[in-house]
């Protein structure tokens, strides 16, 4: 075990208690705790200005209807601080929504560092993607991009060499990738979100009803992805 599991520092997403029963279906004995988890950004909600409270709703959305087509699978939204206002509305409106916390949490932290920084496993996470599919830039692009070195820079260019808005990409990671060896994570889904900002390509400029559609089938195209590799 890894020697920061009982670190007090490191909170635990919602629905995941080590050491306890919870998590486990009682009627087919399905473990909760093993299940294919996906770790996720907020896609679009920061250095492209997508309205966070609109994301925030479509985010909901998205995960109740692909949790009402897809069983046995976990979604983690993550952002880098406990204080961040997208996990703080996420929280509220999926709680509204009733959507199940057993299969849905936030945590804060680092998404490169899930394993070693919070002892969760997730062996798919996905990027907020420009549609270059280019390192660096900011944000969570160049954390993922950081930590994944040049195996997952090539192995990036062997998949697509362009994305465009509201679609996703699949790449393994391969194992000699510094993000696969150290954190067990097996495969990046690149994932290219509407963009708000004047300063970045194909600005929507401010229309929230293409916005939104083009979010909620990037959020789709993700989890839908995600499903066909985990199940
Ligand atoms: N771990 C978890 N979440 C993070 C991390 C991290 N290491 N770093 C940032 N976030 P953004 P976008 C959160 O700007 O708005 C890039 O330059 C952040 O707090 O990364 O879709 C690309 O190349 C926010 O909640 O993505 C594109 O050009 C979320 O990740 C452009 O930015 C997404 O913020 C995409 O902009």
């Not at 709680?95 to 299969?103: A, G, L």
Request: proline residues 6%; charged residues 20%; aromatic residues 8%.
């Amino acid at each position: 075990a890894p020697k920061h599991e009982n670190n007090e520092n490191n909170p635990r997403p919602m629905g995941i208690e080590k050491g306890s029963e919870v998590g486990k279906d009682e009627q087919n004995d399905f473990q909760w705790n093993d299940a294919p988890t996906l770790a996720f950004p907020s896609i679009s909600t920061s250095d492209f200005q997508f309205n966070m409270d609109k994301a925030s709703d479509v985010i909901v959305e998205a995960v109740a209807d692909f949790f009402s087509k897809v069983d046995k699978v976990k979604l983690i939204l993550v952002d880098l601080s406990s204080k961040s206002k997208m996990l703080s509305l996420v929280k509220v409106k999926a709680s509204e929504k009733n959507v199940d916390t057993t299969r849905f949490s936030t945590y804060a932290g680092d998404i490169t560092r899930l394993y070693t920084g919070g002892g969760l496993h997730c062996n798919v996470i996905a990027n907020a993607s420009n549609w270059r599919l280019k390192p660096g830039g900011g944000g969570v692009n160049a954390a993922i991009f950081s930590a994944g070195g040049e195996a997952l820079e090539i192995a990036t260019k062997e998949q697509a060499d362009t994305i465009s808005p509201g679609s996703s990409i699949i790449v393994p990671v391969p194992r000699t990738s510094p993000l696969n060896q150290r954190e067990g994570v097996t495969y990046v889904i690149h994932v290219l979100g509407p963009n708000m900002n004047p300063q970045r390509p194909n600005c929507l400029k401010d229309d929230y009803v293409k916005g939104c559609k083009v979010l909620y089938e990037a959020y789709s195209s993700l989890f839908n992805n995600f499903a066909s590799i985990a199940l």
